[in-house]
Nanobody, 121 residues
Framework: QVQLVESGGGLVQAGGSLRLSCAAS??????MGWFRQAPGKEREFVAA???????YYADSVKGRFTISRDNAKNTVYLQMNSLKPEDTAVYYC?????????????????WGQGTQVTVSS
C-alpha cells in the first residue's frame, strides 16, 4: 500500500525558514512534488523533482525554495527560505509513476495528507 507521510510544517515569521519532508512507502516513483492550497484558492504547483534529479519550480518560489530527494530513503524535501505571508497554505506531497507534466496535479497518483505552513507578517 502506497503511503506518503509529510512532516515539518508550522508557524514562522516572514523571512524565516522551514523544511518539509515527505517519506514514501510502498513503491518508488519517477517524480515527486509539492503543491499547496490556500483558503479559497485552487491547489497550485510549488516544486517537483524527477528520479534523475531534474528539478522544477513555480515562478513564485524560485530562488527561495529548494527541492531535493533521497532516493535511498524514498524521501523528498522542500527547503523553504525567505518565507512570505503569501506562502501560507496547506502543503501537499505528491508522487507519480508516469508524470509527464510535473506542474499538473492530475499527473500524480499518490498524495499526502497535507501539512500546514503559516507565515506571519
Amino acid at each position: 500500500q502506497v503511503q506518503l507521510v509529510e512532516s515539518g510544517g508550522g508557524l514562522v515569521q516572514a523571512g524565516g525558514s522551514l523544511r518539509l519532508s515527505c517519506a514514501a512507502s510502498g513503491r518508488t516513483f519517477s517524480a515527486m512534488g509539492w503543491f499547496r492550497q490556500a483558503p479559497g484558492k485552487e491547489r497550485e504547483f510549488v516544486a517537483a523533482i524527477r528520479w534523475s534529479g531534474s528539478t522544477y519550480y513555480a515562478d513564485s518560489v524560485k530562488g527561495r525554495f529548494t527541492i531535493s530527494r533521497d532516493n535511498a530513503k524514498n524521501t523528498v524535501y522542500l527547503q523553504m527560505n525567505s518565507l512570505k505571508p503569501e506562502d501560507t497554505a496547506v502543503y501537499y506531497c505528491a508522487a507519480g509513476t508516469f508524470v509527464t507534466r510535473v506542474a499538473a496535479p492530475t499527473g500524480y497518483d499518490s498524495w499526502g495528507q497535507g501539512t500546514q505552513v503559516t507565515v506571519s507578517s
